[in-house]
């Protein structure tokens, strides 16, 4: 399979940031379906590690719709929560994804382990596992990583999910401060494409 090119793409997912961003990321060569044409829901995501549910998510869509999927499973990890939210990042936001409400819960557990938290430099990352499957075969499965830390308040407004709160490394401003096409070339997301685009 990877020895064809690949001309046409289903993109596993129903969050509209990340289908943006992977859309962007991708070569315009390949026309790209997402899971709404489809009207496809999400498959339940109970493996242990990004990569699991990643591929968990990508041979689900194209099983359903018979076209070679890439899909996304990606989350913050933050040191001092011992690496919480991680994979259940969305699910902090409860039933309906709320960010905003996932984002407070992050300022709570911090305030929990200890009120002088702002004080301290709180190192987190951004994970994001991309994984490539045709029905149920895996073609490819990669990890993307982005260090850096919590800012001590949300700031700006592009991006999404904890893109407000997350400052990488020897920057200032958060990702939710960024210009979109600054953020994708340095996200976790970029840096896992970088490895699985050899397979597109």
Excluded at 45 to 66: C, D, M, P, Q, R
Excluded at 76 to 103: Q, V
Excluded at 123 to 131: E, G, H
Excluded at 143 to 164: A, C, R, T
Aim: net charge positive.
């Amino acid at each position: 399979m990877s020895k064809q090119k690949i001309n046409k793409l289903l993109i596993g997912t129903n969050n509209k940031g990340k289908l943006r961003e992977i859309k962007s990321l991708l070569p315009k060569s390949i026309k790209i379906h997402s899971t709404s044409e489809f009207n496809l829901k999400s498959p339940v995501e109970n493996g242990e590690t990004f990569k699991e549910n990643s591929l968990i998510k990508s041979k689900y869509f194209s099983k359903k719709t018979g076209l070679i999927c890439l899909a996304d499973d990606s989350g913050l990890e933050i040191d001092f929560l011992d690496k919480n939210p991680g994979i259940y990042s969305a699910r902090w936001g409860g039933r309906y994804g709320d960010f905003s409400k996932a984002i407070r819960k992050v300022y709570r557990e911090l305030n929990k382990k200890n009120k002088n938290w702002k004080n301290k430099k709180i190192k987190a990352r951004f994970v994001c596992a991309l994984s490539i499957s045709y029905l149920n075969r895996k073609i490819a499965c990669v990890l993307g990583k982005v260090e850096g830390h919590i800012s001590h308040k949300p700031k700006g407004k592009n991006g999404f999910g904890y893109d407000p709160i997350f400052i990488p490394l020897n920057k200032r401003k958060t990702f939710g401060e960024m210009k979109p096409f600054q953020k994708y070339r340095m996200d976790h997301r970029y840096k896992a494409f970088k490895k699985i685009k050899k397979f597109l």
